[in-house]
């Protein structure tokens, strides 16, 4: 089985998410399974380890009525292929999108995957397209490419990390820039726009979220971001698996961020050096106090407003330490920062992006809160759970299917159901409480770390939709 992963970031050459992680680890899996799965992203002007790519050859891409060159590079890490796609015009920039010709960028970038395979010793039995920037992968495909030999027996799977972000424009920049004429437009066209990921969703022979309750709720419009009617209709091919995380690299025990190291075994001694290191680094005070953390891009979707009016609450009455490490919409930063100010020695908050320090708040702090409005899959709780720290989440998406409360039976976590800070605090507080039962706690942390989250499940449920998509003509 031959797999091509498209994606617009992968670990560890590029991120600005989650889907860096999945693309970084899936194919990893894959591959450890006995899968040929590469990986093809852009070459961005930032790429990290950028001196161990090799050149291959170069081709020019149709964009539009113009022809726009494009190099080929390759790379191995970690026993993985990758490929990356290179025009500097399009991609020797300070940062990965947020220009105002993104939705150019990855028309060429979707364009220059199935061009590239003409110049390769590689072909694809599925191409796995992830979010709006490979979107128009399987447009192409169906358009331009099916009557070839060598694409026609070529099948499409697209993922849906998150449907929030689905590359809509305006419908003029079909002809000119994505070179797909007024006779097709209704392929790609959704309520008055070009839409890159219902045209994946529309000629895709498959199309898989990121959980399996995600899977639920995007057929519903409160998830859907305007695309519930189109998945309802396209229901019988859609499903969802739960991603996994990598465990080589999540690992408390190798971790080379942390202070100390610990395993299930031996967190009762690693771990409260973790602690004490991230309370040094926050200036917060150790007086045996529960560290509650967030890590988390600061926007909306990630339920911020809910901690938002209990923080005040949580930290005076229930006696918990805060940290926050994220950037995002200035009224959370704002909220966050000014909230550290106000709360000395209690409160830390950090505005930025630093894997380290990431690293080593999911070691050091005791509970993880997650309260998102909606979470497609989320990879934090799992990891917080890897290294301990018992996460705190609203049940929505892969939150709901990777944690379980433990309040009345087994269980990893704590959960609420309704989107309420009410709830939110108790869950809060339910955790704090249980803090205190020393050995109750620690069983909690052991069971935590104890869940398996790695790709080893996740990966096989891939494999039984790659074969089952191969098989379905
Ligand atoms: C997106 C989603 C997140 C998911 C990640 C990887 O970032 O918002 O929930 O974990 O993609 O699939």
Not at 155 to 179: M, P, R, S, V
Not at 297 to 317: F, P
Request: charged fraction near 20%; charge should be negative; include cysteine.
């Amino acid at each position: 089985m031959k797999i091509l992963y498209a994606a617009s970031e992968a670990n560890p050459f590029a991120k600005s998410g989650g889907l860096a992680d999945v693309a970084g680890s899936l194919p990893k899996a894959l591959v450890k399974d006995g899968i040929d799965a590469r990986v093809v992203m852009p070459l961005y002007g930032d790429l990290k380890l950028r001196s161990t790519l090799t050149y291959v050859t170069n081709f020019s891409v149709p964009v539009g009525w113009r022809s726009q060159y494009c190099g080929l590079f390759t790379a191995v890490a970690d026993g993985v292929t990758y490929y990356f796609l290179d025009n500097e015009y399009y991609f020797k920039r300070a940062g990965l999108y947020g220009f105002y010709d993104d939705g150019e960028r990855f028309a060429f970038f979707s364009r220059a995957v199935l061009e590239m395979l003409f110049y390769l010793d590689f072909a694809p039995d599925v191409i796995n397209c992830n979010d709006w920037q490979t979107g128009l992968v399987p447009v192409y495909l169906n358009l331009y490419y099916r009557h070839l030999d060598k694409f026609n027996r070529v099948k499409t799977i697209f993922t849906i990390h998150n449907i929030a972000y689905q590359g809509k424009y305006g419908l003029e920049i079909l002809e000119d820039t994505c070179g797909i004429s007024k006779r097709d437009q209704h392929i790609v066209e959704y309520d008055g726009c070009a839409n890159f990921m219902k045209g994946a969703i529309e000629c895709a022979d498959k199309v898989t979220t990121v959980s399996p309750t995600y899977a639920q709720e995007i057929l519903d419009p409160w998830f859907a971001h305007g695309l519930d009617a189109l998945l309802r209709e396209k229901q019988y091919k859609l499903c969802g698996i739960l991603n996994g995380i990598d465990t080589e690299i999540n690992n408390p025990s190798t971790d080379p961020s942390l202070p100390a190291h610990y395993s299930v075994k031996s967190f009762k001694k690693g771990k409260p050096k973790c602690k004490e290191a991230l309370q040094d680094r926050f200036a917060l005070e150790k007086d045996g106090s529960p560290v509650f953390a967030v890590v988390s891009r600061l926007v909306g979707m990630k339920g911020l407003d809910l901690l938002q009016s209990i923080a005040d609450a949580l930290v005076n009455d229930g006696g918990i330490e805060l940290v926050v490490l994220g950037t995002g919409e200035s009224g959370y930063e704002a909220f966050f920062s000014d909230l550290a100010a106000r709360h000395p020695g209690r409160v830390g908050t950090v505005i930025g992006f630093d894997s380290k320090l990431a690293q080593q708040i999911y070691a050091g702090a005791d509970v993880f809160v997650m309260p998102s409005k909606s979470e497609p899959c989320g990879l934090a709780q799992m990891v917080s759970c890897r290294y301990g720290t018992v996460p705190v989440v609203r049940e929505t998406g892969g939150l709901k299917d990777s944690i379980q409360d433990c309040t009345l039976g087994e269980g990893n976590g704590f959960a609420f159901a309704d989107y309420s800070a009410h709830d939110l605090y108790d869950a809060c507080w339910r955790a704090k409480e249980l803090y205190w039962k020393k050995e109750d706690w620690e069983n909690l942390v052991a069971y935590a770390m104890r869940c398996d989250f790695s790709w080893a499940l996740s990966a096989k449920s891939y494999e039984g939709l790659y074969n089952e998509t191969v098989n379905l003509w």
